[in-house]
């Protein structure tokens, strides 16, 4: 998946949909910012005021909330149907 904008993604330290999250977007080797709420309240209220959810992860992208982990799984596949297939 290439990134056509900026990813971000807040996340806690203890979720596991985090850090599966985390772990695909290393494994398609895209540049995101994380920003780790777990014991940051103010970060984590601004997580909860841009995606009015209080669970994480939460993943935007160019700024507009695509959701979590499902969401970014989701996604990942449907740029990978767009990618030529090498022969």
């Not at 209220?45 to 909330?65: H, K, Q, Y």
């Not at 990942?76 to 297939?85: E, F, I």
């Amino acid at each position: 998946m290439e990134s056509q904008g900026l990813i971000e993604i807040y996340y806690k330290t203890w979720c596991p949909y985090s850090q599966a999250a985390l772990k695909l977007l290393d494994d398609l080797g895209v540049a995101y910012t994380g920003i780790d709420v777990t014991n940051d309240p103010v970060r984590e209220a601004e997580m909860i005021r841009r995606s009015d959810s209080t669970f994480v992860p939460e993943i935007f992208i160019d700024g507009e909330l695509i959701g979590g982990y499902t969401e970014l799984k989701a996604f990942a596949q449907l740029a990978a149907l767009d990618m030529p297939v090498a022969a």
